[in-house]
């Protein structure tokens, strides 16, 4: 549905540039809710800006539906493919002096449709986005989450199959962010929408995408599916957006106190399994749960403890031996060190 091929994107002058997007290739396909998730300046926003040519690449192109999106297009090409593609902004980019109505039917008069078809169309995309009885209502006297919804009615006002969301969460609260999380998910599956998503809200990503690609410093460092991006993620740049997260799971001063700390992950089926208490009896252990979180991502459960190992039978290795085996272990901070980087537990070699 569209393809990014080895698009890269700088700025500046002959002498000195910055390269925005650097090489980056992906794949989204038809019915994926694809998200980029990535620290702020890593190029997020100008690669999705690329897919309806508002950022021309520099190299590279991008494919949508079969279809080269280039410069060299003519604009009668453009404006249709753009017709096809709704987009939706961090600061939801309303007009102020419009009502709610002529926002949402901007497009819709510039596609060239009846007023008759506006009139009626209008209402029933304020219906879907739950905001029925605001068309005269101006934007400056709406919430944050209620211009958010009129910017989503707006972006699928001329029904597209693909729409683009970058950073749409980003300037909203928790509580409105899961309201929009929520309502993007159950239009997203009515309308068979295929969705492309930018943030670099860990959260957002979690209850909304089927696949992630992590993006840093302009370039896409891994790419996967959503629950494998978390549970087992493969690149450095992965490895510590995750142990960022996992970090407020303990208070610093308890990361300070503790000789050595491991975080284990349950899996899909073994996230109900009670692996803690099984090693506490097996090896007459002393462990203690420091923090911890049972959370779906899509559907399939992942836990994560952060634990210490105090004292056992058996010497500590043979412990986290068995919890490897039922589990990801990963080493937090070892013999009073914390890593700069989790890694994982290996069992040490026989002599």
Not at 250 to 256: A, S
Request: charge should be neutral.
């Amino acid at each position: 549905m569209i393809v990014f091929d080895h698009v890269t994107v700088r700025f500046g002058t002959k002498d000195k540039t910055f390269t925005a997007v650097d090489d980056v290739s992906l794949t989204v396909n038809k019915g994926d809710f694809f998200g980029v998730l990535g620290q702020s300046g890593a190029g997020k926003s100008t690669l999705v800006r690329t897919v309806n040519l508002l950022q021309k690449p520099t190299s590279g192109q991008v494919i949508v539906d079969g279809t080269s999106v280039s410069p060299a297009m003519k604009e009668k090409e453009l404006s249709a493919l753009r017709l096809r593609i709704g987009m939706i902004f961090q600061h939801f980019n309303l007009i102020k002096n419009a009502t709610v109505f002529d926002n949402i039917a901007f497009n819709l008069k510039a596609k060239g449709v009846d007023k008759a078809v506006i009139a009626q169309k209008v209402p029933q995309l304020l219906e879907s986005v739950g905001l029925s009885g605001k068309e005269k209502v101006f934007p400056p006297s709406l919430s944050g989450g209620q211009k958010q919804r009129v910017a989503i009615a707006r972006a699928l006002a001329n029904d597209p199959e693909i729409l683009l969301c970058d950073e749409a969460t980003s300037a909203l609260d928790p509580d409105t962010t899961s309201e929009i999380v929520a309502l993007l998910k159950h239009l997203k599956a009515e309308r068979n929408l295929t969705v492309l998503f930018i943030t670099h809200q860990m959260e957002v990503a979690k209850k909304l995408f089927n696949k992630v690609a992590l993006m840093s410093q302009g370039k896409v460092v891994e790419t996967g599916n959503t629950y494998d991006i978390f549970a087992r993620p493969q690149s450095d740049f992965g490895k510590s957006l995750m142990r960022q997260h996992d970090a407020d799971l303990l208070p610093p001063e308890l990361l300070e106190s503790e000789d050595s700390l491991y975080e284990i992950t349950y899996k899909e089926e073994h996230a109900y399994e009670s692996v803690i208490a099984e090693a506490i009896k097996r090896f007459d252990a002393d462990i203690s749960i420091l923090g911890g979180r049972v959370e779906y991502i899509g559907n399939q459960p992942l836990g994560c403890l952060i634990i210490a190992i105090r004292k056992a039978a058996q010497p500590k290795e043979a412990v986290l031996s068995y919890l490897q085996s039922r589990t990801l272990v990963r080493v937090i901070k070892e013999n009073g060190t914390l890593l700069p980087q989790m890694r994982l537990w290996q069992e040490p070699a026989q002599a």
